[in-house]
């Protein structure tokens, strides 16, 4: 091997750098349009699931920064390139790039697979599913064009610009489209006091399970727990929630919400969910309670039960 072309530092990092950052652009690109795509179309079931969030905050600020990078990194390459164009055939560039376009091509062919299948087995091809399908087939579509046009040595300075522009009009729109449907950076900040508060009501019914399996009885208020962790009080309004004793068996968790639960319509009911949305804890947009029901199987008959 001529010794020009073999592989330094600066060309093993800047071609790793550029396709670790092209995945996380790829994977977080499309984790926020299947967000976005849930949201504005609720899917009725978990039928496909590539990916899976609540809110779009962590896609947004990874495409902002590592986008950048990934372009930086690439043009850097291309500098190198012209003063050395040996260097576009080093190994590292070579085995990165036919790794890339194995996986685009994985991708693709399971995007069209499932498609297939759904179709022959008769499944609904709702609105949800056919966007999502779209998704991940331009997205995959587009990197497997450039990287093998790239491998090819189709690539010119023109053509390159050109793949820029149209990934930045992606990149944008699909941030644009994000704030469109799920709201500004302040309305996800509501939505993560309304996942707080429910998982705070979770652990307080767990704590509660517990102290019946252990005494048989239902705590009157929660302040008779005091021997167990709960987090009493809502984190945003500094208000506590409400606990309240309905029956022997049963009772009430309740907390003032921000926003619905994606799936709740108007009327309070759970008409559907997303994977990442448990149907237990789906609720409307302000006051809700929870009905609860314990389960008498819980008490452990063993455990003393304390003298009144």
Known sequence: MNPQTKTSASDFFLNLGAIVAIYMVVINLLTLLFTVINRAYPPVSKAYGYFGSSTISWPVATLIIVFPIFVLLMWLLERSYKVEPEKRQVAIKRWLTFITLFVAGIALAIDLVTVLYHFIDGQDLTASFLLKVLSVFVVTLGVFLYYLSDIRGKLTSASR?????????????????????????????????????????????????????????LPEKLADMSGYYIPVVDSQTGQPYTYEKTGDLTYKLCAEFNKATLGVNEKDQVIRTVDYVSPFWAHPEGEHCFEQTISPSLYYKGAPVPVR
């Not at 006091?193 to 019946?212: A, C, G, H, T, V």
């Open 161 to 217: 610009r050109i793949w820029l522009v149209v990934a930045v009009v992606v990149m944008v729109a699909s941030v644009v489209w994000g704030f469109a449907v799920l709201g500004s950076p302040a309305t996800q900040r509501l939505y993560k006091y309304d996942e707080q508060k429910s998982n705070d009501l979770s652990n307080i019914n767990s704590e509660i399970m517990n102290s019946y399996s252990q005494k048989g009885a």
